[in-house]
């Protein structure tokens, strides 16, 4: 089974003005469109492990022959995470989660508002490339954490809720240095609605 890009679910330039059509457009067809294709490459000489979703992949990673663990951990996670964070925003236009998702955000931080800036320090401290999380752990509490370059965390045993790409691909277009008012105008596109569906159903 080869793995495909999936099609954005808007237009590259429906996240204007938060995040730009140039960058949208090189961030899907030039960088996740590489993940997918070195995935596929490292796979080749494993037909066994073709037959496995990209979730059974980051959850086993030990079990992996090693002359491919490091191309499959980092473009796993790199498809992984990119159809995650295409599928989590919209033109939501600063949206809140409600129901379920919210009282368990409260439950853990506080308050959203105490939520979003818990998350948005972490998307900032990130060192180097790499993502900021909303998780799930195995006793169903939230927390935030950040992984480096294309790691998930599935692969430290918890359950992927919202992720923010911090890589300086995913903003530098628009934005330049500028992290944070990247990470300050991305929640305005964060759909709370695509992220309490995509957590209901993982």
């Not at 370059?149 to 923010?164: R, T």
Request: glycine residues 6%.
């Amino acid at each position: 089974m080869k793995h495909t890009l999936p099609e954005l679910p808007y237009s590259y330039d429906a996240l204007e003005p938060y995040i730009d059509s140039q960058t949208m457009t090189i961030h899907h067809t030039k960088h996740h469109a590489a993940y997918v294709n070195n995935l596929n490459a490292a796979l080749e000489k494993y037909p066994e492990y073709q037959e496995r979703t990209l979730k059974e992949l980051l959850t086993s990673l030990d079990s992996l022959p090693q002359d491919v663990y490091w191309a499959v951990r980092n473009n796993a996670g790199g498809h992984y995470n990119h159809t995650m964070f295409w599928n989590t925003m919209g033109q939501s236009q600063g949206s809140e989660p409600e129901g379920v998702l919210r009282k368990k955000i409260e439950e853990a931080f506080g308050s959203f508002e105490n939520f979003k800036d818990v998350f948005s320090k972490a998307a900032v401290s990130r060192f180097g490339s790499g993502w900021a999380w909303l998780v799930e752990d195995k006793d169903g509490k939230f927390q935030v954490v950040s992984t480096a370059n294309q790691d998930n965390p599935l692969s430290d045993g918890f359950k992927p809720v919202l992720g923010l790409d911090v890589w300086e691909h995913a903003y530098y277009l628009k934005y330049n240095n500028r992290r944070p008012d990247y990470i300050s105008g991305w929640w305005n596109v964060v759909d709370w609605q695509k992220v309490a569906k995509m957590y209901e159903e993982s």
